[in-house]
């Protein structure tokens, strides 16, 4: 008989006659002729109760289901006379598939911390909060996909192997087949020679570049997937690991920019309250109470737009002793971008025109020769979630910025050559896709919103 999952089962139209259904047994309940399991499948939110009559076959070996052991029911829907739910399903064969050692089985009926659920990141996505986390996971990544396609995008798949920085920062992870330890007084420029590319390679930061490339011969074109960073910081928005959504888009300026920013976030977001409703009631219940309320703004109203200096200014006359004083030439805080998303326009907002100094050589110089057409969408809670700019189409321009950035123009000759064969304005953005996932549940550190949690000194699983 063909597996009926248990969310097609809960929203069955009518009893069907037989189904055969598998999962982990949440909770156990003895009674003196029945026993009722709690069963889920991962599959949806809710278990689905299931009665186990002492008539049915092999009914004694019900004393080695426990909490946490895979099993496989046999039988009929019927009306639940409970509450929470329309259908329970009556036992005719049940089958333990796999035990689980009662003793030292770590999930029992009970709330457990975030911080104890990170130690167990291989069991945790049987909870409730998890298993819903990692299901909205799983239908914003379809809907990231849905939304380019229905523009006519093309997804890129970009390298993760590469030779270039694309931030400039230097926090890059190397990817080598050398020694740990060179030989002694070997030079450096002979260093990577005997490597594997002949030369240095990181793990990327970024897959914009390369996404450049591919705009201006496709038009428009986006990249989702992992990127690395070498950050030594343990904070709650942090990851060595994560993964970026990267539009970029030929022939577009940076209001072209700004507008598909804004429209990206509010699709995702409203396809979330669309399609995980269920899921997103837990975390609107136990996590952040104002949720609901949040993302209605978000994917409902129109964004605050203004230049950095005029943000700048807001702040400073605001009154607030922030942690990290604000002076013109500084880069915007957490502290700052949420004040501007949560207490001035108290909806998301679009800060545009950033220093020079504060940005990276690839984002177009504007013509005051100060600020470069940049952009950073903010959003409650989280401050900022994306990053772009118009880039620099100007090969002399982009040449200068190269050098003052202290970078080779060597390295960049294939970036350069964009500018020399049909250059044209074009403009993208890096979304961060688990900072999406915290916005839209209400989680407040990275390591919830990924599998995995890729930080400094941990790597386990």
Known sequence: MKRTRIREALNAAAGMERILVQGWVRTKRDAKDFSFLEINDG??????????????????????VTTGAAVEVEGALAESPGSGQQWELKASTLRLLGAADAASYPLQKKR????????????????????????IR????????????????????????????????????????????????????????????????????????????????????YTFGPTFRAENSNTPRHAAEFWMIEPEVAFADLQD????????????????????????????????????????????????????????????????AFEFPVEFGTDLQTEHERFLCEAHFRKPVIVYNYPKEIKPFYMRLNDDDQTVAAMDLLVPRVGELIGGSQREERLDVLERRIT?????????????????????????????????LMMVTGVTNIRDVIPFPRTPKHLEF
């Not at 457990?112 to 409730?128: C, G, K, M, V």
């Not at 006519?152 to 087949?177: M, N």
């Not at 975390?283 to 203004?306: C, H, P, Q, T």
Request: proline share 4%.
């Open 138 to 221: 799983s239908e914003s990544s379809f809907a990231v996909h849905q939304f380019f396609r229905d523009r006519g995008f093309y997804y890129l798949h970009t390298p993760i192997i590469t030779g270039s920085d694309c931030e400039g920062a230097g926090e890059l992870f190397r990817v080598t087949t050398l020694p740990l330890i060179p030989s002694a007084g070997a030079p450096r420029e002979s260093l990577y020679e005997a490597d594997f590319f002949g030369k240095e390679a990181n793990l990327t930061v970024s897959g914009q570049l390369e996404a450049e490339l591919f705009a201006c011969a496709l038009g428009s074109v």
């Open 257 to 320: 920019n700004m507008d598909l920013g804004e429209d990206l976030v509010q699709n995702l977001t409203a396809h979330v309250m669309d399609h995980c409703q269920s899921d997103l009631e837990l975390f609107a219940r136990f996590v952040d109470k104002d949720l609901m309320a949040n993302l209605e703004l978000i994917a409902g109203e129109s964004y605050a737009r203004l230049p950095y200096a005029e943000a700048v200014a807001i702040l400073k006359a605001s009154g607030k």
């Open 43 to 64: 599959s949806c939110l809710k278990n689905i109760q299931v009665i186990v009559a002492a008539s049915i076959p092999a009914y004694e070996s019900l004393k080695t």
């Open 404 to 436: 003052a950035g202290g970078l080779h123009k060597e390295d960049y000759w294939w970036y350069l050559d964009i500018r020399r064969f049909g250059t044209v304005p074009h403009s993208g953005f890096g979304l961060g896709f688990e900072r999406f």
């Open 112 to 135: 457990h911390s975030d911080e104890f659920l990170r130690t167990i990141a291989h069991l945790r996505p049987r909870t409730n909060k998890y298993g819903a986390l990692f299901r």
